[in-house]
């Protein structure tokens, strides 16, 4: 499964009411960012890509362009 071999958490949404929404397995922090996997989800999935370069641009600048997150 994911969440053991990547650290991924698992969130069970209540769309309807978020504030009941609630943390099933919690994600693993890691302190640096795996670009290896990253590249390898960009190309097997596209709609990944631009999220991707999102992260790398403020991983690499410490700069957030919120116009780029909505």
Not at 44 to 62: L, P, S
Request: overall charge negative; aromatic content about 10%; proline content about 4%.
């Amino acid at each position: 499964m994911l969440f053991a071999l990547h650290g991924i958490g698992v969130i069970q949404l209540e769309p309807e009411e978020l504030s009941e929404s609630q943390i099933i397995i919690p994600a693993r922090e890691r302190p640096e960012i795996d670009w290896n996997t990253c590249n390898r989800l960009a190309t097997e999935n596209k709609d990944f890509m631009e999220f991707i370069r999102r992260v790398r641009q403020f991983y690499q600048t410490g700069d957030l362009r919120e116009a780029d997150w909505k």
